[in-house]
């Protein structure tokens, strides 16, 4: 079964950056669109970006400008640059994949997505 993993989190002042990646185990068609959610404590999680086979990407409102997603198809990598960071952007970060072509009616919902990674934590202090 596909499996994904996250790395690159860590702790930071705010207006640092972090660049977060996600390695599957392999590249199937099961990783035809991928995203990366974030959930901190007592919160639901929610979408941060999203990308598709056709490198379409899609952004939540609070991170657009300043976080970039992108993927290395022949590492087998999705990768989210987070710059200017926020004490609010504090949360376990979750990579999520699936066979689908992710839209901008799809990319967002977390019950979409078939196969998620453990997580890697981001804190931003001031």
């Known amino acids: 079964a596909l499996q994904l993993v996250e790395s690159g989190g860590g702790s930071v002042q705010a207006g640092g950056s972090l660049r977060l990646s996600c390695t599957a185990s392999?590249?199937?068609?099961?990783?035809?669109?991928m995203a990366w959610f974030r959930q901190a404590p007592g919160t639901e999680r929610e979408a941060v970006a999203g990308?598709?086979?056709?490198?379409?990407?899609f952004y939540a409102d609070s991170v657009k400008g300043r976080f970039i997603i992108s993927r290395d198809n022949a590492k087998n990598t999705l990768f989210l640059q987070m710059n200017s960071l926020k004490p609010e952007d504090t949360a376990m970060y979750y990579c999520?994949?699936?066979?689908?072509?992710?839209?901008?009616?799809?990319?967002?919902?977390?019950?979409?997505?078939?196969?998620w990674g453990q997580g890697t934590q981001v804190t931003v202090s001031w």
């Open positions: 999520a994949a699936d066979q689908g072509v992710a839209r901008i009616n799809t990319w967002y919902r977390r019950t979409w997505y078939a196969y």
């Open positions: 392999m590249y199937t068609s099961d990783t035809t669109s």
């Open positions: 990308i598709n086979d056709r490198s379409d990407t």
